[in-house]
């Protein structure tokens, strides 16, 4: 949230959103953004 200034909400947005582009659990989204830094908005 503190990378992209942006809202709890907003950021919950994000990852459904990469969730459901990736075809990847939100879980699975959010711990990769978590490990790497980076948002997956691409399936592979």
């Known amino acids: 949230m503190e990378r ?3 809202t ?3 950021a919950f947005l994000l ?3 990469a969730s459901s ?3 990847a659990k939100l879980v699975a ?3 990769h953004l ?3 830094g ?3 908005t691409r399936r592979g």
Do not use: P
Request: charged share 20%.
């Open 15 to 17: 990852l459904s959103h």
């Open 21 to 23: 582009t990736t075809n």
């Open 34 to 36: 978590v490990s790497t």
């Open 8 to 10: 709890s909400q907003q």
């Open 29 to 31: 989204v959010a711990e």
């Open 4 to 6: 992209y200034k942006i």
């Open 38 to 40: 980076e948002l997956r």
